[in-house]
């Protein structure tokens, strides 16, 4: 299986949008003498030959799971604490959250089904009562272990716990000793670390269960937002063009809606190839030149029309960020009027693009906006306005209800069930409140 840690991070930021401060701002660092993963509470470690051997949810799973750790201020909780007791009480409790979210437990995870109704300290509490003291052991059960000493459970390693606990003790103390020249320099990584815990210290407080269920809360209420939008389109196209122009602000991420490396006509597997043009011979072996091969392009037209909300128009360009990943990509927008193409080479382009429109829908000008040399051509649409005269081979994306016909091309609907599915929801899950 193939690891890809850009593409993990993606999907738990659209799995977690709670926890994504914390997902975006963590540094992600490979570490081969480390068996599986784990977190020092800054930055999550992990083993790449583990995770290759791992399906894409089982790797999903471990990242979220270090997440957490850092999201609840695991490491900084533990003081006082039994370490194996606790370890045993953060994993239990986090994994029965992400296995609720659709995610499996690795193998060797621990797996206590009613931990979901606890939050960490709650669980430690009983397994602490539960945990018989070994007679031949002269140190209390609150002892803290060794220098050396692991109290793994599970199937990621918290043996980095006590090293960090003790650096956020020194970092504390010697914090007021900085130079003004340190603290200069050191300026713009505090503000993020900063930020960063200022989030960590309000998730903790909230606990595990009020944390994930706000979670679920905010995944809703977009999906919601997103049908009530579809739910009440517009039933006319109109005619005139507003030009104003529309700003979208934090379009973010999501998991893609259609499989673009099928959809799209060519696909790019590698950025370069062998190839046999203008090869030579050397000590009588045929040695071929290292080519560059040209990644597919692609024209993308949005509809911005009146009847295109911000959150719709949002989950276009979402799309276009997915697209971007397998194709050169060029976007523009319409309404009765075209434009202009943006050419995107990051998702940044995309949160920086002018957005221009507001007016009815003229699907004659999407169509005549592609120019003849690209294959790949797309329109994201809400579909709301009379067919194009002109057959065009493009791919019609249509959100909502509205049911249409072009001449040539294929449409992809997106209705409800797949929207439902987009966002990963166990909509009847009643969790519990505190």
């Known amino acids: 299986m193939n690891f890809n840690i850009e593409q993990i991070k993606r999907k738990m930021l659209v799995k977690y949008p709670f926890f994504g401060s914390v997902v975006a701002n963590v540094t992600y660092k490979e570490n081969k003498e480390i068996s599986t993963a784990g977190t020092d509470g800054e930055t999550i470690y992990y083993n790449p030959e583990f995770l290759k051997k791992l399906k894409t949810d089982e790797q999903t799973f471990i990242f979220a799971h270090e997440v957490c750790h850092i999201a609840f201020n695991h490491i900084k909780r533990s003081e006082g604490k039994d370490p194996e007791t606790w370890n045993k009480a953060t994993d239990g409790v986090i994994n029965q959250f ?77 914090s007021h000793e900085e130079s003004q020249t340190d603290e ?9 670390e900063t930020k960063l815990q200022q989030e960590i210290d309000k998730i903790s407080k909230m606990g595990e269960i009020n944390a994930f269920n706000e979670n679920l809360k905010e995944k809703r209420k977009e999906l919601e937002a997103l049908k009530q939008v579809l739910s009440k389109q517009a039933m006319g196209a109109g005619s005139s063009t507003n030009s104003e122009e529309r700003i979208i602000n934090n379009i ?27 090869a030579y011979i050397e000590d009588g072996v045929v040695i071929a030149n290292l080519e560059e091969q040209p990644m597919p392009e692609t024209e993308i037209v949005i509809d911005t029309s009146g009847s295109i909300d911000e959150l719709l128009l949002k989950n276009f360009l979402r799309e276009c960020k997915n697209i971007l990943k397998y194709s050169k990509v060029k976007v523009g927008c319409f309404d009765t009027k075209f434009y202009g193409f943006h050419e995107i080479r990051t998702e940044e382009d995309i949160e920086n693009m002018r957005f221009e429109g507001g007016g009815g829908t003229d699907f004659n000008v999407a169509v005549r906006a592609f120019t003849r040399r690209v294959e790949n051509k797309i329109i994201f649409t809400d579909g709301i306005a009379s067919m194009p005269d002109i057959q065009v081979n493009a791919i019609w994306i249509v959100f909502g209800q509205r049911k249409i016909n072009p001449k040539g091309g294929k449409v992809i609907q997106i209705n409800e069930e797949q929207l439902n599915r987009l966002y990963s929801y166990d909509i009847s899950y009643k969790g519990k409140s505190r």
């Open 98 to 174: 992400l296995k609720r979210d659709g995610l499996k437990i690795v193998e060797g995870g621990i797996d206590i089904p009613e931990a979901i109704n606890y939050d960490a300290e709650e669980l430690y509490a009983i397994l602490l009562k539960e945990k018989k003291p070994n007679p031949n052991e002269n140190q209390s059960q609150e002892q803290e272990p060794s220098e050396g000493q692991n109290h793994d459970v599970g199937h990621d390693t918290h043996s980095m716990w006590k090293k960090a606990l003790k650096k956020s003790k020194e970092t504390e103390s010697k």
């Open 252 to 278: 973010g991420k999501s998991k893609p809606i259609i499989d673009w490396r099928y959809v799209l006509r060519e696909t790019i597997k590698y950025n370069v190839d062998w190839s046999y043009k203008n």
């Open 184 to 192: 200069q320099k050191r300026k713009e990584e505090k503000e993020r």
